[in-house]
Each structure stands twice: as structure tokens, then as C-alpha cells.
């Protein structure tokens, strides 16, 4: 019986081990990379000296660009993912079982240090690292181009301002030119009007300069790249698997088979008690 029990132990271990083996299930690498999300209002970046770190609101946004749809179509585009997932994307649902299987293959999440943590694991270990680098990179682009409509509408707004008041201005100038061309022949509500008209140009051309100085600024921000996300650690091949799990999944059958043996002992058991009572 304890042979039996033994050979029956070592078998189940033998099969785990060869169910779990290359021969049967492709083994996963993974690659980490690690980055700090950078504060992107550029005014505030320069008031901390181009070091800021951004907020829980803007990590969580960032967070939410690097799980886009749009990353992972660019994923799979610049590594020609379809051909090395033998998936068909002209076919009905090709794309999104790609999508799937990135999903499933890609884990992002802020860890307790503000850190975004980029985790990928494929069966390849190389193009693991590569990923995970890659979405680093393809993070950053996607978000300047996401926000580059907006900061063109600000930079375009305080130009409008700016030559509406040039306008403005230019209309009080020739006012002002028009009184002053009378050569003094003009009454006293005419040289009043001119006094007011020169008061009301002093506190224009202030307005004027501070329109000036504020389009100035929004050219110099829209001409300057956004900051880049802060890589603590880039992602590098792994020589060990993480998955399938061998060790785990070996102890695991090896209890699952004693427990069956021990319940199978005690049902024995009981049945010979009963046999003999009866």
C-alpha cells in the first residue's frame, strides 16, 4: 500500500512538472520600468526649476494614456505585434482580441512611492523590455499630442487679445492726432476731451504692454516641449520566467494528491467499520 502511495506521489510530481515544462506551455518573462510622473503646467515647472513632480490627478491621467487604445494600436504597429500574435486584423474582432491579449499582458499601477510602475511580460524577454520601454516613450508623445490642440487655442487666444488692443490703441492715437491738429483752435470742452482721451491712452498702453508680455510667454511655453516622464528604471530582459508558476503548481498537486490519498484512506475506513457492524 505505502508503495503504491509513493509511486502514485512521484508520478503526480513527474506529470506537473512535464504538464508545466516548455513542451507543452510557452514560459512568460516580464520587464519592469519605472517612472515619475513630471508636472506639466510649464509655469510651474519653471517656478520649481524644472523638477516638478506631478499630481495624484495627473498621474492617474497619465496612467489612463499609457492603457489607451491609442498606445497599444501604436504597440502594435511599430512591433508588428499582429504577425507575432498570429492574430488577423481584417478579420472580425482582430483588433480587439489584440487588444485583449496586450491587456492581459500589460500591467501599469502607482505604487505607495508616486511612482508609475510599467510591468509587461511576454514569452520572448527581449521584446518585453522593449515593450516596456517603448510605452514609456509612446506615453510622452501621446500626451504632447493630446495637449498641443489646447495649448494652440491659448497661444491663439492671447494673440487675438493682443492686436484687438493694438486696435484699440491705434483708434485713440488717431484721436488724439486729430484734437492736436487743430493748433490750438479747439474750445475748452475740445482740450478736455484730450485730456481724458491721453489719460484713458497711459492706462491702454499699460493694458497693451501686459497683453504683450503675457502673448510673449504663451509663444515661449508653446515653442518649449513638455517635460518628459522621469525614468527611475528602464526595463531590461529577465534570464527567469515568472510564469507558469512550477514550484506552486508542483506543491499544489502534490497536497491535492496526499489529501485525496488521506480521504480516500479514512473512506476505506469507515466502510470497513460498517462491513464489520453489519
Do not use: W
Not at 37 to 64: N, W, Y
Not at 65 to 92: A, M
Not at 218 to 232: C, Q, R
Amino acid at each position: 500500500m505505502l508503495a503504491i502511495v509513493v509511486a502514485g506521489f512521484v508520478f503526480v510530481c513527474l506529470a506537473g512538472y512535464l504538464a508545466t515544462s516548455q513542451l507543452f506551455i510557452k514560459p512568460m518573462y516580464q520587464s519592469e520600468s519605472l517612472i515619475f510622473v513630471p508636472l506639466t503646467i510649464l509655469s510651474k515647472q519653471i517656478e520649481q526649476q524644472g523638477i516638478g513632480f506631478a499630481s495624484d490627478r495627473e498621474i492617474d491621467a497619465h496612467i489612463q494614456i499609457l492603457e489607451s487604445g491609442q498606445l497599444r494600436d501604436s504597440l502594435i504597429k511599430r512591433f508588428d505585434l499582429s504577425r507575432e500574435y498570429h492574430i488577423d486584423l481584417n478579420t472580425s474582432g482582430g483588433r480587439n482580441q489584440l487588444h485583449r491579449i496586450l491587456a492581459s499582458r500589460i500591467e501599469i499601477q502607482k505604487t505607495k512611492f508616486g511612482s508609475v510602475s510599467i510591468r509587461v511580460r511576454d514569452t520572448n524577454p527581449d521584446r518585453a523590455a522593449i515593450i516596456a520601454n517603448a510605452i514609456v516613450e509612446l506615453g510622452n508623445n501621446i500626451k504632447e499630442d493630446l495637449l498641443l490642440a489646447n495649448r494652440k487655442g491659448a497661444l491663439d487666444y492671447t494673440k487675438v487679445l493682443y492686436d484687438s488692443k493694438i486696435l484699440d490703441v491705434q483708434n485713440l492715437e488717431h484721436r488724439i492726432d486729430s484734437i492736436n491738429n487743430l493748433n490750438g483752435k479747439g474750445s475748452n470742452s475740445t482740450r478736455l476731451e484730450l485730456s481724458k482721451l491721453q489719460t484713458v491712452y497711459a492706462t491702454e498702453i499699460q493694458e497693451l504692454a501686459g497683453r504683450k508680455n503675457h502673448f510673449e510667454r504663451e509663444e515661449k511655453s508653446f515653442e518649449t516641449e513638455l517635460p518628459k516622464a522621469y525614468v527611475i528604471s528602464t526595463g531590461i530582459p529577465s534570464d527567469r520566467p515568472v510564469s507558469p508558476p512550477r514550484v506552486l503548481i508542483l506543491l499544489a498537486s502534490a497536497l491535492l494528491y496526499l489529501f485525496v490519498v488521506f480521504a480516500t484512506i479514512i473512506i476505506m475506513r469507515d466502510v470497513k467499520l460498517v462491513v464489520r457492524k453489519d
